[in-house]
C-alpha cells in the first residue's frame, strides 16, 4: 500500500493566491493539505496594557480576508480550516491525527510568532518544516549581509539594497490537492462578540481579502496618482491621497513585490519621477522594519527599545484614555485618533503627529500607543509598528533621537482651515488634562 503524503500549510500574514512560494511548494510535494488558519483566543484578551488585541476593524477586515482566501481555495478543490485555538495545541492535534509529514508557512518577523513556531518544531520532530520569506522584497540570502550585519539606521540600509534586483511575484496557485478534511462552517463559530458601532459601520472604506486588494492595485495605477504622490502623501484624509496598500500589504492579501512589480510597470508606460521612487522608498522602509524585527527580538517590545535607554516618561492612565478617545487639548491630535477609531485606519502624517503627542506633551511611555496602534490599525504589522515608535521614541533606529512634532505648526501646515478637524470633530472641551494633580487632589478649573 502506496503511503500518501500528507502537508498542512499555515496561514498567517499570508492570506493570498498570489506570488505564495510556500503554496506553490506545497502543491507540488504532497498527495493532500490541509490548509489552516489559527485564530487565537488570547487575541480578544486584554494583554500587558490593558487592550485586546484586535478591535472591532480589524476583526471584521480579517474575517472579509479569510472569507475571500476560503472562496478562492474553493475554486481549486480546497477549503480553509479555521481553528479557534492556539496554533501550538491545534496543529500539533491535526498534525497527529493526519499523518501530517510537512508543515508549510512563511517565515514571520515577530518575536512571539517565531517562539510559536519553534515550540512546534520541538512537538513535532519527526515533521519537516518549510519555511520561506515572503512578507518583503528580498529573502535574507539576497541580501548582501548576515542579518547580524543588518546596519543601524535605514539610509544604511536603503543605500545598499536600493540597486538590487527585486524579483518577479509567482503566478497564482492553479492547483492544489485535496484536503483529508470535510469542509466545515467555521463561519457560524466565528465570534462575533466584537461589534462595528454605528458610526464605524458608515465609515468602512477597507474590505479585506486578496480580491479587494488586488482591485485597489489595478485602479491606483489606473488612476494615474502614481505620479504625484509624493506631494499628496502627507494629507490628512482623502482616498486618492496616498495608494491605501497597506491594510492588504499588511494582511498578506497582496505580495509587497507584486506592488513593485506594477509600479515599475508603471514607470515604464508613464514614466518614473520623485513620486514614483518615493514609492519604492516607502517599501524599503516597510522591508528594512521586516529585518529589524527578528534581529532584536524581545527588544522590539523594550521600554528603552534597542539604545537601551529609557526615556523620560511614564504612564498616566487618565492621559492615555484621553489620547485614546482623541479628548486631548489638542485638536489636531483629537481628529486624527477620532479618524482612527472610526475607520481603522490614519494617514503616515497622522501617525507622526498623535505619536509625538503621546510621548513629548503627555509623557506617556511610547509602548501603550504602539500597543493602541496594534489594536486599532487595519494596517498592523508588528516590525513597522513597534520599529516605528521606537523610532519615534527615540530608543529605535532614528540617529536623530526623540522626534518632537510642533502641533501648532503641524495643524497650520496640514489642517489650515480647520476642515479635518471639523469632519472629525477634533474641538476640545477646556478642560485641564489631568482631573488629579501629583498629590492625587481633584483639580478645579477656574
Known amino acids: 500500500m502506496t503511503t500518501r503524503n500528507v502537508g498542512l500549510y499555515w496561514f498567517g500574514n499570508d492570506l493570498r493566491l498570489h506570488d505564495n512560494v510556500n503554496l506553490l511548494k506545497a502543491a507540488s510535494e504532497v498527495d493532500e493539505l490541509l490548509c489552516i488558519y489559527c485564530l487565537d483566543p488570547e487575541w480578544l484578551l486584554p494583554n500587558r496594557y490593558g487592550l485586546v488585541m484586535m478591535s472591532a476593524n480589524r476583526w471584521r477586515f480579517l474575517k472579509e480576508s479569510l472569507l475571500d482566501l476560503d472562496k478562492q481555495l474553493h475554486q481549486l478543490g480546497q477549503h480553509l480550516v479555521v481553528c479557534f485555538e492556539a496554533p501550538v495545541n491545534a496543529i500539533s492535534k491535526l498534525a497527529s491525527a493526519h499523518k501530517v509529514s510537512l508543515i508549510y508557512r512563511s517565515r514571520p518577523t515577530g518575536y512571539y510568532e517565531n517562539q510559536q513556531g519553534l515550540a512546534l518544531q520541538k512537538q513535532l520532530p519527526l515533521v519537516q518544516f518549510v519555511e520561506t520569506d515572503t512578507l518583503g522584497l528580498y529573502g535574507l540570502d539576497q541580501l548582501p549581509f548576515p542579518l547580524a550585519k543588518l546596519p543601524n539606521t535605514f539610509t544604511q540600509f536603503k543605500n545598499i539594497v536600493e540597486q538590487l534586483p527585486v524579483d518577479q511575484p509567482l503566478p497564482p496557485v492553479d492547483f492544489l490537492p485535496s484536503s483529508p478534511v470535510l469542509k466545515t462552517d467555521w463561519l457560524n463559530r466565528f465570534p462575533d462578540y466584537l461589534k462595528l458601532t454605528s458610526e464605524a459601520e458608515q465609515a468602512i472604506i477597507f474590505r479585506g481579502g486578496e480580491t479587494a486588494g488586488l482591485r485597489q492595485l489595478t485602479a491606483y495605477f489606473a488612476s494615474g496618482r502614481a505620479s504625484h504622490y509624493k506631494e499628496r502623501r502627507n494629507e490628512l484624509d ?46 524599503l522602509w516597510r522591508d528594512y522594519f521586516q529585518w529589524y524585527a527578528p534581529l532584536h527580538g524581545k527588544q522590539l517590545f523594550a521600554f528603552q527599545g534597542i539604545k537601551q535607554q529609557k526615556p523620560l516618561t511614564s504612564f498616566y492612565p487618565e492621559r492615555f484614555r484621553k489620547w485614546c478617545s482623541g479628548n486631548t ?59 516605528n515608535w521606537q523610532y519615534l521614541a527615540g530608543v529605535g533606529a532614528d540617529p536623530r533621537g526623540k522626534r518632537h512634532f510642533d502641533l501648532d505648526k503641524q495643524t497650520r501646515q496640514y489642517d489650515p482651515d480647520g476642515l479635518f478637524i471639523n469632519k472629525w470633530q477634533g474641538g476640545i472641551q477646556h478642560l485641564p488634562l489631568d482631573s488629579v494633580d501629583a498629590a492625587d487632589w481633584p483639580v478645579v478649573a477656574g
Open 238 to 283: 482623502g482616498w486618492e491621497n496616498s495608494s491605501k496598500f497597506s491594510p492588504w500589504l499588511a494582511n498578506g492579501n497582496l505580495s509587497v513585490r507584486q506592488i513593485c512589480f506594477n509600479l515599475n510597470n508603471y514607470e515604464q508606460k508613464s514614466g518614473a519621477n520623485e513620486s514614483t521612487y518615493w514609492l519604492f522608498f516607502e517599501l
Open 329 to 387: 487639548p489638542y485638536p489636531l491630535v483629537n481628529a486624527c485618533m477620532k479618524q482612527l477609531n472610526a475607520t481603522g485606519f490614519m494617514s503616515n502624517r497622522g501617525r507622526q503627529i498623535v505619536a509625538s503627542c503621546l510621548v513629548n506633551e503627555l509623557a506617556v511611555d511610547w509602548r501603550y500607543g504602539a500597543a493602541y496602534f496594534e489594536q486599532q490599525l487595519l494596517d498592523y504589522d508588528v516590525a513597522s509598528n513597534w520599529g
